[in-house]
């Protein structure tokens, strides 16, 4: 067999890529490739049978029976000839072949006197191994067999093919997962670039409101106060939008004046319609004046479908109007619209103007503008009323797009005048820890009026240096700041200075999790910017008296179960019962597995909390838990998970708390 080392395919720089593209050489075993071993020397019946693959210099076995070895050299194979063809070579009786009769192998070796290779043939087209069964003693396949000798190396191909494509599929999820990584640093500095010039903005309008103005200045300031408020909103929505996705956006209920908001948002956008469009309100006289309902919300939804009208429409009219359909004692049904004589939508896009980042037309959005975003938050905000937001429009003659939505009434309360906040506290020392010069510029006027001293630092290094020198009250901890934030200075303070002065962080961040992760690191307070002065002032108060505000918590919804309980009485009992007593211990098993690193604990525990979650209806405890199972998918723990476990943990010792009581 000298000349064995010159056997090599025409085509063996191409077949040797092809066989490194499966990463199969050098691996471990498999149970896939040795069920397929085993199903070969069953089916030929005999007690050699082997999954081999050929690089350069040698034949090595990926699975393997009656062998024992793991690699020979290339030269001493029967396969190097196999690799040479397409089609299965078959050797009834090796020492009756010219080719093998001397070969080392049977005269000696393994002793081989029946041989049968399948090539394994990529898709392109490349043998890069062989399937083969063999024996000592000579024999021959049957047609059944040489089928199924076939068959099982396709079988084998496509094992490899399947696992390279889990392998893509891993890499672009890494890809993925680091996008996502991306896109969530970058919502929080956007949240912080954003909300701290807008801070700015609607600290100094109140400070500006509560000076001497005549009675359209202040008509003004009202105006600039309201719009900084909406844009607020907005900011909030398009920041945060994986509480969006995740169905975490919820309606804050409160009593509001309905027709003075439809007179705002008319007031407000009054100024933007072109002298040649007539824009209207048109309220129905029998409206309630007081109604329990989400006041910003419907602002922004009115905001965003007038604002499009009136984009839109260059002449004629655009009117908002809001009309009762029904009442009952304790709620009303109304209707609301926004109709306009604009450049209306064609008839093919009427199905699609509510998805996100998309207009009708790419010409709409050269000639107008836009993000393509505000018809579908209008849409996801209007389902948050139970509703479904509707459109009527012809090309060339304007749209119509409206909707209905159910307030409960609410009692009229005498109006009272605006109240400034109110310091009795005495003459506090603050220590502010800010970077931003607007915003420090803006909490040293609302300080100083509140009758507080105050000293400023540009960082958490500073922070400390003046702690460590001067007494104070109170500190105001900015959480984004250069050299040390706002948590490293935090837990310096508490650690190596053993000061338990009451810290409240102020942050623009206003993420998912952040007034957790801020108590957890010692803080004592949280106020989210652009803050109320009166907001910030029942902050310090409660700081100083070391009490901490609730953060909110999700309670069980028992609907289900109790429907269930009126046909299977002690169902209740025997549900919340369990609940109280495993859920805690699989909380703990959780945070354990997670500590642990162990993915495959953390998945199968989640598991089981799922369905607690689901069936107390905490949908968005189960999003947290969701979240948390995303990232053992991902095998990579980061700090958010930190804060989904602690909010995990602190609401249901919540939920199992209210459940005892009741």
């Known amino acids: ?119 394994l043939t990529t898709p392109d087209g490349y043998q890069i191994g062989v399937l083969c069964a063999a024996d000592h003693v000579p024999r021959e396949l049957n047609d059944s067999q040489r089928s199924a000798l076939k068959i099982v190396a396709r079988h084998v191909i496509n094992t490899l093919e399947l696992g390279t494509k889990n392998i893509e599929l891993g890499r672009q999820k890494k890809i993925a997962d680091r996008a996502v990584a991306a896109k969530e640093n970058f919502l929080a500095n956007m949240s912080h670039e954003i909300r701290t010039p807008l801070n700015a903005v609607i600290g100094f309008t109140e400070l500006l409101a509560g000076t001497k103005l005549d009675q359209q200045q202040r008509i003004y300031v009202q105006d600039v106060q309201t719009a900084g408020e909406n844009l607020l909103l907005i900011v909030n929505d398009i920041l945060d939008l994986s509480k969006i996705e995740s169905g975490g956006l919820a309606l804050d209920l409160q009593p509001f004046d309905l027709k003075k908001a439809l007179r705002h948002v008319y007031d407000l956008l009054k100024v933007k319609a ?268 409660a700081a100083l008296k070391k009490e901490r505000p609730n953060a909110h918590r999700p309670k069980a919804d028992l609907s289900q179960i109790e429907a269930t309980d009126r046909q299977k009485p002690g169902w209740k009992k025997e549900v919340t019962g369990q609940f109280i007593e495993k859920a805690p211990i699989e909380l703990k098993e959780l945070q354990g597995a997670v500590k642990r690193n162990d993915f495959t604990a953390v998945l199968h525990t989640a598991e089981q909390l799922q369905i607690w979650l689901h069936l107390f209806l905490l949908e968005g405890l189960s999003a947290d838990l969701r979240a948390v199972e995303g990232e053992a998918i991902a095998e990579k723990f980061t700090a958010e998970t930190a804060d989904h476990i602690d909010i995990l943990h602190c609401s249901i010792l919540e939920i199992i708390k209210d459940l005892k009581e009741h």
């Not at 593209?21 to 019946?45: E, H, K, M, Q, W």
Request: hydrophobic share 35%; charged share 25%; net charge negative.
């Open 1 to 119: 067999m000298n000349t064995a080392p010159t056997l090599v395919p025409h085509n063996e720089a191409q077949r040797l890529d092809a066989l490194k593209r499966y990463n199969i050489l050098d691996t471990l075993p498999d149970n896939a490739f040795d069920d397929a071993t085993a199903l070969v020397s069953y089916i030929c019946g005999v007690p050699i049978a082997y999954i081999s693959f050929i690089d350069e210099s040698r034949q090595w076995f990926k699975s393997e029976i009656g062998l024992s070895v793991s690699e020979v050299p290339r030269e001493i194979t029967f396969c190097r000839y196999t690799i040479m063809d397409s089609k299965l070579v078959e050797i009834p009786d090796t020492l009756l072949s010219e080719r093998f009769r001397n070969d080392p192998n049977v005269t000696g070796g393994f002793k081989i006197r029946f041989y049968a290779g399948v090539p």
């Open 274 to 541: 072109a002298p040649e469009v007539e824009f209207n309100l048109y309220l129905d006289a029998e409206l309630p004046d007081t109604v329990c309902g989400d006041q910003g919300r419907l602002n922004q939804i009115l905001v965003n479908l007038a604002g499009n009208a009136l984009k839109f429409t260059t002449e004629g009219e655009v009117t908002i109007s809001v009309k009762k359909i029904s009442e009952t004692q304790d709620a009303c049904q109304l209707r609301f619209s926004v109709k306009d004589t604009g450049i209306g939508i064609p008839q093919e896009y009427l199905d699609t103007v509510f998805e996100r980042f998309t207009q009708a037309e790419e010409s709409t959005t050269r000639k107008f503008g836009g993000t393509g975003l505000g018809l579908n938050i209008v849409k996801q905000l209007v389902e948050l009323h139970d509703s479904q937001i509707q459109v009527k429009s012809r090309e060339g003659y304007g749209s119509e797009f409206y909707y209905t939505a159910s307030y409960k009434k609410a009692p009229v309360e005498e109006e009272q005048k605006e109240s400034r906040p109110v310091n009795d506290l005495g003459r506090l020392r603050i220590l502010l820890c800010e970077d931003n010069r607007l915003n420090q510029k803006l909490a040293q006027n609302v300080i100083e009026a509140f009758g507080f001293e105050i000293d400023i630092a540009e960082n958490g290094l500073e922070g400390v240096e003046l702690l460590s020198h001067k007494q104070y009250d109170l500190v105001l901890m900015d959480l984004q700041m250069p050299v040390q934030d706002g948590y490293q200075t935090t837990d310096y303070i508490r650690r190596k200075m053993d000061n338990s002065i009451p810290i409240i962080a102020m942050t623009a961040h206003s993420l998912a999790g952040e007034q957790d992760r801020c108590f957890k690191a010692g803080m004592d307070g949280y106020v989210p910017k652009p803050f109320k002065q009166d907001q910030l002032l029942q902050a310090i108060k």
